[in-house]
């Protein structure tokens, strides 16, 4: 049985799957060097949220774009000859939705990073010395 043409438009969207796959792949390894630092056991359990986590974020970046260039609202019709309103667009409930799974997911992958150690001064200037506020509050 000979094998079937694809049509340009089913080209088009295999290009744009493969496309998509590929920066879902870059998001993926950038998130895999900042996990880096997690235990063994932890990277086994973070390697799906990891994933997960890519895949929303470049979705939610085509959707950024989707509601860039149409707007979060639009005029809609239920029938013809009823009155129309504005109403949200879809693209932009589903941006709501997973952005917020998207950023759970983050906070999930947060919290298994290993804590910084309270004694080696970090303070949150990366100089191990602190900033002095615990000293002066120490000092009271």
Known sequence: MPKQKLTDEEKQKNKEIGAKKARVTLEEK?????????SSDAKIVAAGLIRRAAYMRVTLEDYEQDINE???????????????????????QLYNSLNKNYQSIIKQLSDLLPKP??????????????????????SR
Do not use: M
């Not at 149409?70 to 504005?86: I, L, Y």
């Open 30 to 38: 950038r998130l895999k060097v900042i996990f880096d630092k997690l």
């Open 117 to 138: 150690d309270p004694d080696a001064g970090g303070g949150g200037t990366g100089n191990g010395k602190g900033d002095g506020y615990d000293e002066w509050v120490d």
């Open 70 to 92: 149409g707007g979060s609202v639009e005029q809609f019709k239920q029938k013809e000859g009823a009155p129309s309103f504005e109403r949200v667009r879809p693209v932009a």
